[in-house]
């Protein structure tokens, strides 16, 4: 995959506290749908909210690619946050700093909650499979 900023290859890799596809040069990371699902293992987050309040808050298209399928990047502003995504994969392109932001935004779920294990299983096969496939 290709950082849709430079062209430069993403790899795998923490970005921010969190794993994501990340570019040497810009430090913008990539996150695939199964990868922003990943964060509700750790943090009290929604994804499926965060996704249907980036659909409602588009503002425009980009001339930003998809890094998994070439799409042009909507744009739209979520918590103060100007934040580029597919509307056809539902990934997330993160500028350096962003990610860290909406992190912040959620706190840390507690080390003894049986949801985040069972969170932590099923996202766990799902970025397993992005990796595998992207």
Known sequence: MKCP????????????GHCGH??????GAWLPPSFVSSIAVE???DPNGILTSLAARTTGVTSLPC??????LSRADLFDIELDWCSKCQGIWFN??????????HPLRSSDSSVG????ADVGVNVLLDLLFS
């Open 5 to 16: 900023e430079d062209s430069a290859s993403l790899v795998v890799a923490s970005s921010e």
């Open 22 to 27: 990340v570019c040497s040069r810009c430090s």
């Open 43 to 45: 943090r009290h987050f």
């Open 67 to 72: 890094p998994r399928d070439g799409t042009s």
């Open 96 to 105: 350096r700093g962003e990610l860290s932001r909406l992190l912040s935004m």
């Open 117 to 120: 294990e069972f969170v932590a």
